[in-house]
């Protein structure tokens, strides 16, 4: 299995080279290259997870290893998603899915190194708290929406660079595209990635409420994980508020999307905090909920 790993990381290493080209060049049959071989990436990645869940014997997320090869896929599945959903719909999105291609490509290769090189992958029996149902579906969401706020963190930060670099007017322009008017702009494709994450995230807190309730005996006990997905879940609460806020505020217009930008950037560390950084926190050394050192 560490081979077909291997091979995965390199299947998503040619996907970014590819992504990063067709952004530079402009040639939408590289990005088409570089969408076959994350493709081949993800249906590795797959075999890797299936392979692992058959190994274990329990849903593969249980350990870093395990999370950080799932977390790979989820970001691959929900991209793969978005962009034929884009494609087959013919939203014009100019030149952005291939820079946000190349940066997913670059976020999943990462936990794939870091999974293969990097972590214990020994598997482990499951503490009793953890051999419940609940974990495969409070797991699984939680990730699937980690996955979608990943590519809102990519269009802000993409967005805030270009209109450091080009300006106000380049910074969200789209070319026409066989008059196509459906533009999507990055301040636009951040809204959509979040309204998409959201309620996984929302699915994940209940989830995990009706979970603990079965495991422990309360629905919350303000656990540093917990705590830190409300956090988390706050953050992007306002993110999808601010549009209906903004107006009755004395702002101008063409700075609302560096704001919203601002504010993407700034809660996905949240999201990075939540899943691999607790572990740093003297109050979380005995928390159920953490990924240790490994």
Request: some cysteine.
């Amino acid at each position: 299995m560490h081979n077909i790993l291997v091979i995965t990381l390199y299947a998503f290493i040619v996907s970014f080279v590819m992504y990063v080209i067709s952004a530079v060049v402009k040639q939408k049959f590289l990005q088409m290259i570089g969408l076959v071989f994350f493709f081949i990436a993800l249906v590795l990645n797959s075999i890797v997870v299936y392979n692992r869940w058959a190994e274990s014997g329990h849903a593969p997320f249980s350990n870093l290893y395990e999370s950080l090869v799932f977390f790979a896929w989820s970001i691959a599945i929900v991209f793969f998603l978005m962009e034929v959903v884009t494609l087959a719909v013919r939203y014009n999105t100019g030149n952005r899915l291939r820079v946000i291609g190349a940066i997913q490509s670059l976020l999943a290769l990462a936990m794939i190194c870091y999974a293969a090189f990097g972590a214990d992958d020994a598997i482990r029996p499951l503490m009793p708290a953890l051999q419940s149902n609940w974990m495969s579906i409070h797991v699984t969401v939680y990730f699937l929406g980690y996955a979608a706020l990943s590519v809102s963190f990519a269009a802000g930060i993409v967005y805030l660079v270009t209109r450091a670099i080009t300006g106000e007017g380049k910074a969200n322009a789209t070319a026409t595209n066989g008059g196509v008017a459906k533009a999507i702009t990055y301040d636009k494709l951040g809204y959509v990635a979040v309204s998409i994450g959201f309620p996984f995230l929302t699915f994940g807190i209940i989830s995990g409420a009706v979970w603990a309730k079965s495991a422990w005996g309360t629905y919350w006990s303000w656990d540093p994980k917990e705590t830190w997905s409300l956090i988390t879940w706050l953050f992007y609460l306002v993110y999808l508020h601010l549009p209906f806020a903004i107006p009755r505020l004395n702002i101008k217009r063409t700075t609302w999307p560096i704001l919203f930008s601002l504010v993407l950037v700034i809660s996905f560390p949240t999201v990075l905090f939540t899943y691999v950084g607790l572990k740093y926190l003297p109050s979380a050394q005995d928390s159920d909920h953490i990924y240790g050192v490994e």
